[in-house]
């Protein structure tokens, strides 16, 4: 295909405002492809190469309003086609103001004669030279070679040439209207086109698939060890969802960390990729290692890095970060901060796709390849509140973000966030509440006061809403038990009754009507979130406040 | 095979004048010396080079041909003081350049010939104009063109018979004319072109003042710029292709 061709579809379909008329148009660019289909299949979504591939063109703007300038003619300059962006706003609209081709060829002098228009092919091809320029003098070989594509451009072909090139294509293609004309173009289901993308991520391989081998061969595509496929995510939810959906519930620690897909092959490749499918492998030797030392099968798991301390417990989020972004000097950035990986999920096997099997076996097969629980994320399936109390409980206090709820039924599905993977809601509202008693720990826990009982005001009286327990450090419960104790009025076993004196910050899912507190109304999922010591019990939340909050 | 002693200053002149072109080229390695075609990826600009057998200490070559990473090359080259030898053999088992330097040693890895650029079929140009000039003079040109413009026209006025420079800026001119007796020979015929500024300048980079650069010009057509080097047992052609004038 001419690439004069495809600049034409181009700005038809950048002119077009419905997306049912846009894939019509799509439909027929593939269809019109021929040998270029799977370049086509790209370009038109203003990709070079496939979603997998970490390849970058690695243009800067100078580079290609250099390029720009040389192939606009007489004393245009890098800076004069800056100004003009200035005015014009957009890189298309300024490529095409300028009027390319002054430069003539050497093909033109030679027998036969060159003169070709250009080829999506021979576009992509240089594409493909630019993004392999590296080291001293790069920059000036991809200004050659940008040169040499502008210089043989018509206006509608440099617009869409300068956008391709600086990644703002923006002729309102999205994935969906590409899967959609793949479906329509090669007569397929869209369902099964979005599972082969699913498993590739590179639709011009499943564009081309679709075209020469149909339906059959689209099923037919499965992942591909050093592919990475795009991470399944998560919404915002509560237990109460959770509780309500499913008849028991996946629970997981939530890490505070980078998420990583690693993809391990015992007699090749070790490689890493980020949650956008960057390869991460050069910044976290630790991974590698990891898997190096710890799986003997081909194995594609989901998990995350996080960054540890000396004592290994987990540091801030912004500790991984520094390292993922590392390009240089890994083996320094590695003793300032060590990483380790903890899988929670498991897509491939040995030849085997897991993307369909429930979470649950898919979980089994990890614990099978992580026997000895290194580098395991746990899973607990429950279906008692409680228990998932405890278990957020445990992921706080050491130090983790909080819990992920899961359905034990659910299918890996690769870039969807839908609700078969819950991270637990931040508390919406919280209420300053009257810590009115307490209960001595148990175990290591038997000098502190803990199970803090909580109360709103009334009037002049308090009235309990719930109790907290979950979600405190011993460290804070030390700290607390030293607060509350010169407040004790009785002592009753393990309770104690306490003097209203001290308010809590309390965070909770939802309340409930209830009549097992005095206030009428309990607090669903309590969480202790701090002590307001600016506070006295009179500044304390109001029984009115939360029955206004019930009944929203 | 191939093995070769060679100096230092050729060396380093020979790939000089490739390196300003492209990164990467092919080396024939033929009996009678050592020869590279190569065009930048504009396909614009084409250097032709050769470099005789003579112009080496020693020599021994059977046709072969290898890919080089010109940068890395040079560098390598660089690292020998005026007037070393630099030893050049090809070990055919690991398709790698053992190249020594005294008693530096280095092996240097080659580029699959097939994955770089194909060569260009040069131009088969009876052009009407030549003009002989000494290297220090093109220098002249285009440095007093670049100071105002990114392009070049370059002529010869057949009445009048002189070799012309002309340079248009937005604001600036620049106008130079040698005549013969400027010229180490001039054939007068009807010439003018406009050539980027971009490419003459590297060309120019790798010509040496002080020696004879002889420019073939014709109306619109590229220019060939030939000279010789290692005491003309080496040979460069550069050729050039024009902008169009209209503009």
């Given amino acids: 295909m001419k690439f004069a061709a495809f600049a034409d579809r181009a700005g038809e379909i950048e002119a077009e405002a419905s997306d049912l008329a846009i894939v019509d148009h799509v439909t027929s660019l593939l269809a019109d492809a021929n040998d270029d289909l799977e370049v086509v299949a790209r370009f038109v979504q203003g990709r070079v190469f496939p979603a997998w591939d970490s390849t970058t063109l690695d243009v800067g703007p100078r580079t290609c309003y250099e390029a720009i300038a040389r192939a606009a003619g007489r004393n245009v300059s890098a800076d004069d086609v800056e100004e003009r962006l200035a005015e014009v706003g957009e890189i298309g609209a300024v490529a095409a103001s300028y009027d390319f081709g002054g430069q003539r060829g050497l093909g033109a002098f030679t027998e036969g004669g060159g003169g070709e228009d250009l080829s999506v092919r021979e576009v992509y091809e240089t594409l493909v030279d630019l993004a392999e320029a590296d080291g001293s003098g790069s920059q000036d070989r991809k200004v050659d070679l940008l040169f040499g594509l502008f210089n043989r451009c018509s206006s509608e072909e440099a617009r869409y040439l300068a956008r391709l090139v600086l990644s703002e294509m923006r002729i309102g293609v999205g994935e969906g209207a590409v899967r959609d004309a793949v479906a329509a173009a090669f007569d397929v289901p869209e369902d099964r086109v979005e599972r082969a993308l699913q498993v590739s991520n590179d639709y011009g391989r499943v564009a081309a698939v679709a075209r020469e081998e149909g339906l059959e061969g689209l099923d037919a595509m499965d992942l591909e060890l050093g592919r990475p496929v795009k991470a399944m995510l998560a919404q915002a939810g509560t237990v109460t969802d959770a509780l309500e959906e499913w008849d028991e519930t996946a629970v997981e620690w939530k890490y505070d960390g980078a998420r990583v897909q690693l993809h391990h092959d015992p007699d090749g490749e070790t490689r890493v990729f980020s949650r956008n499918m960057e390869d991460v492998t050069d910044a976290l030797p630790e991974v590698v290692e990891f898997a190096d030392g710890r799986l003997e099968d081909p194995v594609i798991l989901d998990g995350e890095v996080v960054a540890i301390d000396d004592a290994g417990d987990p540091l801030p989020f912004q500790e991984v970060l520094r390292r993922f972004r590392r390009k240089h000097d890994v083996a320094k950035a590695r003793e300032d901060v060590t990483v380790r990986p903890v899988f929670f999920d498991c897509l491939h096997v040995a030849g085997e796709d897991l993307l369909e099997a429930p979470l649950t076996d898919r979980h089994a097969r990890l614990e099978s390849l992580l026997a000895d629980g290194e580098g395991l994320s746990t899973l607990w399936l429950t279906d008692d509140p409680d228990e998932i109390e405890a278990i957020d409980a445990d992921a706080l206090e050491g130090g983790h973000e909080g819990i992920m709820l899961k359905n034990p039924d659910s299918a890996y599905s690769p870039g969807r966030r839908g609700k078969n993977w819950l991270k637990r809601k931040p508390d919406v509202e919280t209420l300053d509440c009257v810590v009115t008693g307490a209960e001595w720990g148990e175990g290591r826990r038997a000098t502190y006061l803990g199970t803090f009982e909580l109360s709103v005001r009334d009037g002049e009286t308090f009235e309990t809403v719930g109790k907290v327990a979950t979600g405190i450090t011993d460290e804070t419960l030390a700290d607390l038990t030293e607060l509350l104790e010169p407040h004790v009025l009785t002592q009753d076993g393990q309770e104690v009754d306490l003097e209203p004196a001290v308010v809590f910050e309390v965070g909770y899912e939802e309340i409930q009507a209830s009549p097992t507190y005095s206030a009428g109304y309990a607090l669903r999922f309590p969480r202790f979130l701090g002590v307001r010591h600016d506070k006295e019990p009179a500044d304390a939340d109001t029984l009115e406040r939360v029955r206004s909050l019930y009944e929203g | ?247």
Avoid: W
Avoid at chain 2, 31 to 60: C, H, K, Q, T, W
Avoid at chain 2, 114 to 140: C, F, H, T, Y
Avoid at chain 2, 212 to 225: Q, S
């Fill in chain 2, 1 to 247: 095979m191939f093995k070769a002693i060679v100096s230092a200053e050729t060396l380093s002149s020979a790939l000089d004048s490739v390196s300003v072109l492209v990164d990467e080229c092919k080396i024939h390695l033929e009996e009678e010396g050592l020869a590279i075609r190569a065009v930048d990826p504009a396909n614009v600009g084409m250097v032709d080079l050769s470099l005789d057998a003579a112009a080496f200490e020693s020599y021994e070559a059977d046709g072969g041909l290898i890919g080089v990473d010109l940068s890395r090359l040079e560098d390598i080259a660089g690292m020998a003081e005026s007037g070393q030898l630099i030893q050049l053999e090809l070990d055919e088992e690991t398709r790698k350049l053992q190249i020594q330097i005294d008693g530096l040693e280095y092996t240097l890895a080659l580029i699959d010939p097939d994955s770089i650029r194909q060569e260009p079929d040069i131009p088969d140009l009876d052009l009407p104009a030549e003009v002989v000039l000494e290297g220090k003079d093109v220098n002249r040109s285009v440095k007093a063109a670049d100071m105002v413009s990114d392009h070049i026209a370059l002529g010869v006025d057949d009445a009048e018979e002189y070799f012309y420079v002309d340079a248009e800026g937005d604001t600036d001119d620049v106008h130079l004319e040698l005549t013969e007796a400027d010229l180490i020979s001039l054939q007068v015929g009807p010439a003018h072109s406009l050539f980027s500024l971009d490419y003459l300048k590297d060309m120019n980079k790798a010509i040496p003042s002080d020696t004879e650069v002889t420019l073939e010009l014709g109306e619109e057509f590229p220019i060939k710029m030939h000279f010789g080097f290692a005491e003309g047992q080496g040979q460069v052609t550069y050729m050039l292709a024009p902008r169009i004038q209209s503009d």
